[in-house]
């Protein structure tokens, strides 16, 4: 298995609080994802990463925002968290030309 | 745009029946095409991908898939399900080229019933 660790697992938080979740990955991969998953949703891409300090949005990333600073770690920020943003959070990484591999969530609740 | 749709939000089936989890694509060329698979609490694991070639493709744990280009279509089989088959099934599209990004259908959810 692909070496993908998400920080925390579970995480409550109350409204207005900014929020960090952690992607690291010991794989050397270069591109990096930040999905959320809600039912009836699927994944849905909130932000991703194709290099060191080479990020952008996807199709869901009001309030979210996105730190690349090292090839290993991806950082999912909540500038001020909302109820709406209550989700499971999955990062994934891949090589060029391969598939994405996926750490096992953060399960945020915002209160 | 890419875009995926699975038809299915739920498929029951009996053990020992045989499955198949449909996957329509949207994509002006080809696409690369996956299945993933997500149990409860876990994160997503790749059942099978197609990038080029043979247009039937094996996967892990006894399943394959085959990618219809005039149906756009890349539908999930399986000959005889087990218990443990029982998840969320995920199909994802990306465009052709190593940059791409995976977008995913909404999922189905897979019932087995003993």
């Known amino acids: 298995d692909a070496g993908i660790t998400q920080s925390p697992r579970h995480k409550v938080t109350e409204t207005g609080t900014p929020v960090t979740l952690r992607c690291h990955q010991t794989e050397n991969h270069r591109y990096m994802y930040w999905y959320r998953q809600d039912p009836g949703h699927g994944l849905r891409l909130i932000h991703y990463?194709?290099?060191?300090?080479?990020?952008d949005k996807g199709e869901v990333s009001d309030g979210y925002s996105v730190s690349r600073s090292k090839t290993e770690d991806f950082l999912l920020t909540l500038e001020s968290a909302t109820s709406s943003q209550t989700s499971v959070y999955f990062c994934?990484?891949?090589?060029?030309?391969?598939?994405?591999?996926f750490g096992q969530g953060t399960r945020l609740t915002v209160v | 745009a890419q875009s995926v749709t699975q038809p299915d939000i739920h498929i029951t089936v009996s053990e020992g029946a045989s499955l198949e989890l449909r996957c329509n694509y949207s994509y002006g060329a080809t696409p690369y095409l996956f299945w993933y698979v997500q149990s409860p609490g876990q994160g997503l694991q790749l059942l099978l991908k197609?990038?080029?070639?043979?247009?039937l493709v094996q996967g892990i744990k006894g399943f394959e898939a085959e990618f219809k280009r005039s149906q756009s279509s890349f539908n999930l089989r399986k000959p005889s399900v087990h218990w443990s088959d029982a998840a969320e099934y995920f199909c994802a599209v990306g465009a052709e080229g190593g940059s791409y990004i995976p977008t995913f259908g909404r999922g189905t959810s897979l019932i087995v019933h003993p």
């Open positions: 197609y990038f080029s070639g043979d247009t």
């Open positions: 990463s194709y290099g060191v300090k080479d990020t």
């Open positions: 994934a990484s891949r090589s060029f030309d391969t598939e994405a591999f």
